[in-house]
């Protein structure tokens, strides 16, 4: 999780979380296209992303941004914190219904998969093989051919030396009070949907759109997995331009 503040006519602050596997660090270009006058890093599991919401004063407003699984936390952080949040954008990412449980969506994702579509990445299950994966470790492979299928090699090579196992929360997310109608709800939600994406396939993200929609869906064309590492200066001028309207 990355958190920015930024000037475009009044200021704005930035949440960023990120998906499985990755860090911070998969926010530098576009945080250099943000140019804010504040950066703050922070680890990429939620109970960061809750404390760091908590530390907030009562009067201050943020706009989470959450890529893929990170979509996860952003609604989490929506119930919440609702009263902090202007808007929550889901950058191609997992966007839960109010009405039931997150682990549902993480179902639904991997039931949506066809077979062998994880190819090297490895996963653990401590809930037995029935159920969805405890965590995920993206593969060489998987990486090259379906993440970064549409960045620059020297994005991609930095991504191999950084990426690391990550909890999914899968038997954690089958709470049926984590989310609610009447505060994530309520909240204010925006999709990004990333045109070529092979993580989280573009059927996935309509279908998403279409099971719980939100004020408004934006595009970026040609963008794949990782849109803040190949259309970063398109994405932060659309992050601006969403948070000047939800302010």
């Known amino acids: 999780m990355q958190t920015q503040h930024m000037q475009q006519q009044q200021l ?3 949440v960023f979380v990120h998906g499985s596997c990755h860090g911070a660090w998969c926010w530098f270009k576009l945080a250099a296209k943000l140019k804010g006058d504040k950066v703050r890093l922070v680890s990429e599991h939620l109970e960061p992303l809750m404390s760091f919401m908590e530390s907030l004063p009562e009067n201050e407003k943020v706009v989470l941004v959450g890529h893929s699984y990170g979509g996860i936390g952003t609604s989490l952080a929506m119930e919440r914190f ?9 950058l191609s990412a ?14 639904e994702y991997f039931k949506r998969l066809p077979e062998g579509f994880a190819m090297d990445s490895a996963f653990t299950f401590e809930e037995g093989p029935e159920h969805p994966p405890s965590s995920v470790l993206f593969g060489t492979s998987f990486m090259k051919e379906k993440a970064y299928s549409n960045c620059q ?22 709470g049926e009070d ?4 009447e505060r994530y709800g309520s909240g204010k939600r925006v999709f990004i949907v990333c045109e070529g994406d092979n993580v989280l396939p573009e059927e996935i993200q309509k279908w998403m759109i279409s099971n719980y929609e ?12 990782m849109a803040m590492l ?16 939800y302010n």
């Not at 984590?178 to 109608?181: C, E, G, N, R, T």
């Not at 939100?214 to 997995?225: F, T």
């Not at 190949?230 to 309207?245: D, G, H, M, V, Y």
Request: no cysteine; aromatic share 6%; net charge negative.
């Open 94 to 107: 997992y966007m839960p219904h109010h009405d039931s449980p997150p682990a549902v969506l993480i179902q």
């Open 178 to 181: 984590l989310i609610s109608k």
């Open 230 to 245: 190949t259309k970063p200066q398109q994405l932060s001028q659309l992050l601006q331009e969403i948070a000047a309207k």
């Open 12 to 14: 704005h602050h930035f």
């Open 82 to 90: 609702p009263t902090k949040v202007s808007v929550g954008i889901f």
């Open 153 to 174: 090699l020297e994005d991609l090579e930095l991504a191999m030396a950084l990426v690391k196992s990550s909890w999914l929360y899968a038997k954690e997310m089958g």
């Open 214 to 225: 939100p004020n408004e869906v934006k595009r970026i064309e040609e963008a794949g997995h």
